[in-house]
């Protein structure tokens, strides 16, 4: 059975001390997530990771939000997977929009940084999606599976149990603009199609493949209720904790 998965993604927001805050008051939500067998977490700055990990029980994800795929060099402001491993820290998210467009990632550095992770046996969430642009021009298929195919080239079915898969169309990342059910199931579904071709129907039935995009407590329910969505990546909703809270009673 594939895993259902919430996972926030805090981007630059929250200091170490409101980032104690807020996991100080976690302890229903993390037990109710238990409840629901829902995978739950945060992915909080570099400089919050250890706070939140040593004040959050084992099963509760705390990921990174990006990662350098060599051990150590001369990279400056870079953070790599040993030093993510010493605080605790097993899942990163890889290829957020985010990167893509203000850091300039492509799928190929994408691909390495998913290569190293899931080699070092951790979870890498690999965020994909069109811009409004590539919506609107139809595209959103060839742009998907070209991320998809880039992304884990030459990356061994064995290893996949290490990989989650997030569609983001980039149109609805903090635009209070997410798609509709039936757009982000008819996407997740292709692919999931897409894995299928690249390795086999086993594999592309383990993965989970979230949705992500102006993720809300009061339209989450919806996503969960399609075959082929597993969870959702919320940015917005997850920064406070009532409403991270409700992401999980409204799943
Ligand atoms: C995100 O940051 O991945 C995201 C989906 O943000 P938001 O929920 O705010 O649209």
Redesign the pocket.
């Known amino acids: 059975m594939r895993k259902k998965i919430m996972l926030g993604?805090w981007?630059m927001n929250h200091t170490i001390t409101t980032a104690r805050e807020f996991v100080e008051t976690l302890d229903d939500t993390i037990k109710l997530a238990d409840r629901k067998n829902i995978v739950i977490g945060v992915c909080p700055t570099y400089l919050c990771l250890n706070t939140v990990r040593r004040r959050t029980p084992f099963s509760f994800v705390v990921g990174a939000q990006d990662v350098h795929y060599l051990e150590s060099g001369a990279f400056t402001g870079s953070i790599s997977i040993p030093m993510l491993k010493e605080v605790g820290i097993d899942w990163c998210l890889v290829g957020?929009s985010e990167r893509r467009m203000y850091q300039g990632e492509t799928n190929e550095l994408c691909n390495k940084k998913i290569h190293a992770l899931v080699n070092n046996e951790m979870t890498c969430v690999y965020c994909v999606g069109e811009t409004l642009e590539q919506y609107e021009q139809g595209i959103t298929k060839d742009v998907v599976k070209n991320q998809v195919v880039e992304g884990l080239k030459d990356v061994q079915a064995e290893r996949l149990k290490y990989l989650v898969i997030a569609y983001?169309p980039v149109w609805?990342?903090?635009t209070g603009k997410n798609a509709s059910k039936e757009i982000a199931e008819d996407v997740c579904k292709f692919i999931r199609d897409t894995l299928c071709e690249l390795y086999n129907s086993e594999v592309a039935e383990s993965i989970s493949i979230l949705y992500?995009?102006?993720?809300k407590p009061n339209n989450i329910h919806e996503y969960m209720t399609m075959a082929d969505i597993d969870g959702a990546?919320?940015?917005?909703?997850s920064l406070k904790t009532d409403s991270f809270k409700e992401l999980i009673e409204n799943f």
């Open positions: 993604n981007k957020h983001e609805s990342i903090g992500g995009g102006s993720v990546l919320v940015g917005g909703a």
